[in-house]
């Protein structure tokens, strides 16, 4: 889609060349903006994990290596063009986190397909939380999260990072008892699965996301009729919960076209 490639081009030039003098990636060729904005982000976000940046031979797409495995994934993959469901299948990592994640709900129709967060690279999950249902479950801890116990990921700080926001809402709910219900029963953490309708895996099959009381946080595919502009039911969520979450570094799906309101996912690229 060429207007989303103008989007990035525009967006992100002011990013400019921050990260290329840090001579760790001296293998690759000079960055744009996009990419420049995309390796600060990352290391920002995954500390120690994020290594060498190379360029095929034709110059024409990069790949990052990640994680203890140094995965090799794609970073910029040369292909424009792509559709929003194409985005959704096959992305490389620029695009993962072309989106900027907004910090408030300052607007009248929630843009058509914008969804900071939603478009995952599966190999990116993999390489930094497990490659596996098995690799993942070597690395859960249990979280105490307002009084319930729950399995999430140690890895890039992800299960202290949910605890931190864990007593921050434990807090709130104590001063503000109408916030209870969201916690007080759990859609849940760890799951190896895929996403509904989808054959891609879910942030939860890495165990780096939560989802709250799940009938107090609509799910777009499950709100037939609801226009998924809307802010209503968005602006209606409670905004302190979203909030102490942001803080640690998690991103809520209530900031997605295709909302998941109970959804809050550990995406510290975002919070840069
Ligand atoms: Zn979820």
């Known amino acids: ?45 995954y500390p120690n994990l994020i290594h060498d940046l190379t360029t095929d031979p034709d110059g024409l797409r990069k790949f990052l290596t990640i994680g203890e495995s140094r995965a090799r994934v794609p970073f910029e993959d040369g292909k424009a063009g792509k559709s929003f469901e194409e985005l959704l299948e096959n992305p490389d990592l620029a695009e993962c986190v ?42 859960l801890v249990t979280v ?26 434990a807090s709130l709910v104590e001063a503000d008892p109408k916030l209870k219900p969201h916690v007080e029963t759990l859609g849940g ?13 879910s942030a939860h099959s890495f165990a780096v996301s939560i989802d709250l009381n799940p009938s107090l946080g609509a799910y777009w595919r ?17 905004v302190s919960i979203v909030s102490a979450f942001e803080s640690e570094g998690f991103i809520w799906g209530g900031k997605w076209y295709h909302f998941d309101l109970m959804h809050f996912e550990y995406r510290p690229e975002y919070f840069g």
């Open 189 to 201: 953490t760890f799951a190896w699965r895929t996403i509904e309708g989808t054959s891609r895996l």
């Open 1 to 45: 889609m060429s207007s989303r490639r103008s989007f990035l081009a525009h967006a992100l030039t002011l990013a400019g060349s921050a990260v290329g003098a840090s001579g760790i990636f001296a293998a690759s060729s000079a960055l744009n903006g996009v990419e420049s904005r995309t390796l600060t982000l990352l290391r920002k976000g």
């Open 98 to 139: 072309a989106d900027p994640y907004p910090l408030d709900l300052n607007r009248t129709k929630w843009p058509v397909n914008f969804d900071p967060g939603r478009i995952r690279l599966d190999g990116f999950f993999r390489a930094i939380y497990g490659d596996s249902q098995n690799a993942v479950r070597a690395h």
């Open 222 to 238: 499950w709100s037939k009729g609801a226009s998924l502009e809307e802010m209503k039911l968005r602006k209606a969520y409670p």
């Open 144 to 169: 105490d999260f307002c009084g319930h116990k729950v399995a999430f990921n140690r890895c890039n700080g992800a299960a202290e990072a949910l605890a931190r926001a864990g007593r921050k809402i």
